[in-house]
């Protein structure tokens, strides 16, 4: 808030730290496609997506895309999960109306084991306190753009993985 009140530019790595805070009203909905590793990296690149998570819903691969639905509305987010090929089928939490179907994360939804999680990141050691939202938007840019990856990263962690960087 300081920074913004002083009209300076916020680094990535702090909006991140921001959003773990628990103030930070988070939405969740969930995207069917044929590869979940290909939706944790096109939905996890979208402004207001904090975290992606992949898994399944009624059988099928599902990227879970946790928002930020002051910055994104849903209805926004499924569109545009349908612009870059997503959304097979959509479920949204039972608050939510835009999606076609619902999701109990508790009932149906399951998680993917923590090896398909995050694939894009896979050639990389583990980066020291990476908060949920640096993995999403590092696993989203890294293959895409390495300096939009870096971005999100705070000076330690660049210098922790500089070394394996490819």
């Given at each position: 808030?300081?920074?913004?009140?002083?009209?300076?530019p916020v680094p990535?790595?702090?909006?991140?730290?921001a959003?773990?805070?628990?103030?930070?009203?988070?939405?969740e909905?969930?995207?069917?496609m044929?590869?979940?590793w290909?939706?944790?990296?096109?939905?996890?690149?979208?402004?207001?997506v904090?975290?992606?998570?992949?898994?399944?819903i009624?059988?099928?691969?599902?990227?879970?895309?946790?928002f930020?639905p002051y910055?994104?509305?849903?209805?926004?987010?499924?569109n545009?999960?349908?612009?870059i090929?997503?959304?097979?089928k959509?479920?949204a939490?039972n608050?939510?109306?835009?999606?076609?179907?619902?999701?109990?994360?508790?009932?149906?939804?399951?998680?993917?084991?923590?090896?398909?999680?995050?694939?894009?990141?896979?050639?990389?050691p583990?980066?020291?306190?990476?908060?949920?939202?640096?993995?999403?938007?590092f696993?989203?840019?890294?293959?895409?753009?390495?300096?939009?990856?870096?971005?999100?990263?705070?000076?330690?962690?660049?210098?922790?993985?500089?070394?394996?960087?490819?």
């Open positions: 808030m300081a920074l913004k009140a002083a009209q300076h990535n790595y702090l909006i991140a730290l959003n773990t805070q628990p103030s930070v009203a988070i939405t909905m969930a995207f069917a044929p590869c979940f290909v939706g944790e990296m096109k939905l996890g690149a979208i402004d207001g904090v975290n992606t998570e992949a898994g399944w009624e059988g099928r691969e599902v990227t879970k895309v946790s930020d910055q994104l509305k849903p209805e926004q987010l499924q545009m999960a349908k612009e090929e997503c959304s097979n959509v479920y939490a608050d939510l109306k835009p999606a076609a179907s619902f999701f109990s994360p508790e009932s149906s939804y399951r998680k993917a084991h923590a090896s398909d999680q995050k694939r894009q990141m896979i050639a990389f583990p980066i020291p306190n990476l908060t949920p939202m640096q993995a999403t938007k696993n989203a840019w890294i293959k895409i753009s390495k300096q939009k990856a870096l971005n999100w990263l705070s000076p330690n962690q660049i210098m922790a993985i500089k070394e394996s960087m490819p």
